[in-house]
């Protein structure tokens, strides 16, 4: 059937670009948020070729990267000595002669851009779509189905206190870890899953001693205590660090603590007269998936349906894959290629590789730097430095054994640390994309078994 309108409710970056993709469709969409303005916390701004291939069938792609920048790759280094060495390094690929850079092996390399960044440009693009419309200033209040319409509805309060209902074929929760649309469907406190017993603490900040030292554009540092991340993300010399602390402490006790962990971390041990510090961000860390992500009309989509630590961006792109795939499903519906079973496909693959991708990949990500009593330590047992370091050296077999055949997949999977899927973009029948999701978990290996979940004070509450 062709959809009359679709709400998106929230307008962070997973719901700028349905509402992009949905609109560019022709298929007309309402955008609804209940805040004023985009967000520009500090938060994530790499995109791996998954998402760039999302961004290309938004028509943004080539403005992202030239907002942007192609890092150069990711390595792990031990903080100790003054060159903090690097143990391992995977590389983003580079043109060589010969090269088609337009092919999508090269068009759709990772790139860099602050989050904040990429929802301007996709705010400007939604603005210029005929089919598209943004409410800033509106809160979900209530939520609904009305049965003899076949349509679902939202109630919404204005910033003057004034209420309307708008309803539409299906309404997308889009609005992030605290769903309105979530709770109103399970419950305030129904978001199954943990919270680590540790926390992050986000900054953006310009430092002069990076230049000093042989960095990557994104590194890892393994350390039981300092453990943490450093990326270059603008062009300008804007760096992100992010690193660990502990669990339980205010937002004044941590920013009491940032010049010290600075001291600990940076190069070059620097006191706050030497950077600048542009952002400071704490926040609590989850690994959390809905039971489902489908009921009836209403749909999730992004944080408001799977959360994980932010360690090699699987819940950023997750929640990108999320988005391409709900828009071919709702396109197909609209094309009358499929009926709306197709839905209750979206829920059941998206959620499997949540459980079966993300959230080991990610936890894993996030104990290798903490979990190991030293770099060397790192270096004899961790999965990914032995699994890196056979791809890098095939001819020759590490001791003890290289990893087992399981965690030998494309070298894709492991350079950007995700194997989240790219949807076909046209829909020929409910058949055929029944099972091309089916297919989807072809490939789909983790770096060894789940890691032992950390211990949580709250096990299936948010």
Known sequence: MALEKVIVVGAGPSGLLLTLLLSRASIPVELIEQTEGLDTNPRASHYSPESCHE????GILDEVREAGFIPDGVSWRRLEGEDKSRLIKITNPALKPGDDPESAAFRHRMVCLPLHKLGKILETHVKSQGT?????GRKVVEIGEDADKGKAWVKVEKADGSTEIREADYVVGCDGANSIIRRKLFGDWVYPGYTWDKQIVATNIYYDGFKDVDFDDSQFFVHPEHWHMVARIQPDGLYRVTYGEIGGLTYDQLKERQPAKFQAILPGNPTPDKYGLVNFSPYKVHQRCVDRMRVGRFLLAADAAHLCNPFGGMGLTGGIADVGSLYDSLRGIDNNKTDDSILDKYDEVRRRIWHEVI??????????????QNA?????KDPLYRLVREMQNPDKKLEKGGPPNATRTATTDVRHDTTLCCIIPLLLSTETFSATYELLELGFQCLGNSPERPASGM???F
């Open 376 to 380: 060397d330590e790192f270096v004899d």
């Open 359 to 372: 959230d080991p990949i990610s936890t894993e990500n996030m104990q290798r730097l903490f979990q190991y």
């Open 132 to 136: 598209a419309e943004i409410k800033y």
């Open 459 to 461: 096990p299936n509450a």
């Open 55 to 58: 961004f290309d069938r938004a």
